[in-house]
């Protein structure tokens, strides 16, 4: 019996890859495109078609976190339904076997050592720029050396890295084996371009480029240029007076603290996960009276309401500061800035790599709601050390470049 499945309506860019995958002999396919154009929807057509149409093949499908990993799986698993081409459906290990003894996996970055071992058939990587270094070489491709026939990696471009390599390779006519395809926001017909303008008011024009244009750039991240500001491969003499932010954290998250000097350089740094809030407290008060730092900002989220109640008493200058909705994305503009203008001068990533980490794999999410942009660490990450200095830098830059109001001076 022939069983044919109806598949989705495709946007015309959609419809170009599509033929290209089905009709050429690439085995590697690199797609840059803008956030929210149909990469998701393209990526599922392709794997059903990948499935259905080869007996006994195994079909690996890779996002880059769980959360992201279960749509894609929804998607293909609503679709396949109740359709005689489905043998079987395991949601809690996220597989689905057909009739023809293909079957479909799921899997997330988040745990790439799981996915070792596997042998691919055809593979497909979602955010493919956003994974670690390496990861893709050494992890992903070797799935697909001993039978792989086809390769597709998905992803808005994210710096200079191994996504941008190849996606060079494919835009070279000598290579026959990979292909390049870019597009931009524009191939949505539907992008509603108030909503690209908005969007647009709000990112630095480096981040923008990247995530809407597809163009490739070492300033594509939150914070651009990093290393032009991670200089420092020791601490500083402070001078003059000092600026201290305090990103709290006791079990998940660690506790981080950075002081500023009078000239923007990072001149001492806390980091720790007690696991306790007395030793916490403890370890914090001790730092902060070794410095003594002018002004010191405490975020105030549920741990660090305790921390601010314990040091405010005991330690001169300390202040809270409450995170929300529309004071952190002012709060990450303004260390955006400061890194930008080279205000501020931080340690070399050799010195203390997680200050360096944790500033480049620093991102953000777009609500359509309320069309607001929300800053976040990447999947995995954290984003104390990020929090800590945005307050510290903003004491530092409050200090040092705010316009002060002129003083009126009356005669008589």
């Keep these: 019996m022939l069983i044919t499945l109806q598949g989705a309506d495709l946007f015309p860019w959609q419809q170009e890859v599509y033929r290209s995958y089905i009709e050429d002999d690439f085995k590697t396919y690199i797609l840059n495109t803008s956030r929210q154009i149909g990469k998701s929807l393209l990526i599922s057509q392709l794997v059903l078609h990948s499935a259905i149409n080869n007996e006994k093949v195994i079909v690996g499908v890779?996002?880059?976190?769980?959360?992201q990993t279960k749509l894609i799986y929804n998607s293909i698993s609503e679709i396949l339904a109740n359709t005689p081409l489905l043998a079987s459906d395991n949601k809690s290990e996220?597989?689905?076997?057909?009739?023809?003894?293909?079957?479909?996996?799921?899997?997330?970055?988040?745990?790439?050592?799981?996915?070792?071992?596997?042998?691919?058939?055809?593979?497909?990587?979602?955010?493919?720029?956003?994974?670690?270094?390496?990861?893709?070489?050494?992890?992903?491709?070797?799935?697909?050396?001993?039978?792989?026939?086809?390769?597709?990696?998905?992803?808005?471009?994210?710096?200079?890295?191994?996504?941008?390599?190849?996606?060079?390779?494919?835009?070279?006519?000598?290579?026959?084996?990979?292909?390049?395809?870019?597009?931009?926001?524009?191939?949505?017909?539907?992008?509603?371009?108030?909503?690209?303008?908005?969007?647009?008011?709000?990112l630095p024009d480096g981040i923008f480029r990247a995530e809407y244009l597809g163009e490739f750039s070492e300033n594509s991240s939150v914070f651009g240029n990093v290393k032009d500001v991670c200089i420092h491969h020791g601490y500083p003499t402070p001078s003059g007076n000092l600026f201290c932010g305090i990103d709290v954290g006791l079990f998940h998250d660690y506790a981080v603290a950075s002081i500023f000097d009078a000239n923007g350089n990072l001149v001492a740094f806390y980091r720790s996960k007690t696991g306790s809030i007395n030793k916490l407290n403890s370890e914090l008060e001790e730092f902060l009276n070794k410095y003594?730092?002018?002004?010191?900002?405490?975020?105030?989220?549920?741990?660090?309401?305790?921390?601010?109640?314990?040091?405010?008493?005991?330690?001169?200058?300390?202040?809270?500061?409450?995170?929300?909705?529309?004071?952190?994305?002012?709060?990450?503009?303004?260390?955006?800035?400061?890194?930008?203008?080279?205000?501020?001068?931080?340690?070399?990533?050799?010195?203390?790599?997680?200050?360096?980490?944790?500033?480049?794999?620093?991102?953000?999410?777009?609500?359509?709601?309320?069309?607001?942009?929300?800053?976040?660490?990447?999947?995995g990450k954290h984003d104390d050390i990020v929090i800590s200095l945005a307050l510290a830098n903003k004491i530092f830059v409050e200090a040092n470049f705010s316009i002060k109001p002129k003083i009126k001076v009356r005669f008589g």
């Design 292 to 379: 003594k730092p002018t002004k010191t900002l405490i975020e105030l989220n549920n741990v660090g309401v305790s921390v601010y109640e314990h040091l405010q008493p005991r330690v001169r200058g300390v202040e809270g500061f409450k995170t929300t909705a529309v004071s952190k994305p002012d709060l990450i503009n303004q260390l955006q800035n400061s890194i930008e203008d080279k205000r501020i001068k931080l340690l070399h990533q050799q010195f203390i790599p997680e200050i360096y980490d944790e500033l480049v794999n620093f991102t953000f999410n777009y609500s359509e709601k309320t069309r607001a942009i929300q800053y976040s660490a990447l999947p």
């Design 62 to 67: 890779v996002s880059l976190t769980y959360k």
């Design 94 to 202: 996220l597989e689905i076997k057909l009739v023809n003894g293909s079957s479909i996996k799921f899997l997330s970055i988040q745990n790439y050592d799981a996915i070792r071992g596997h042998t691919f058939e055809y593979l497909f990587c979602d955010e493919a720029a956003y994974y670690p270094p390496n990861v893709y070489q050494q992890v992903l491709q070797p799935t697909t050396l001993a039978r792989g026939r086809k390769t597709v990696l998905c992803s808005t471009p994210r710096g200079i890295n191994y996504f941008y390599d190849l996606y060079m390779r494919g835009m070279d006519q000598d290579d026959k084996t990979t292909i390049s395809f870019k597009y931009d926001f524009t191939a949505n017909p539907f992008f509603n371009l108030d909503e690209i303008e908005a969007i647009r008011k709000q």
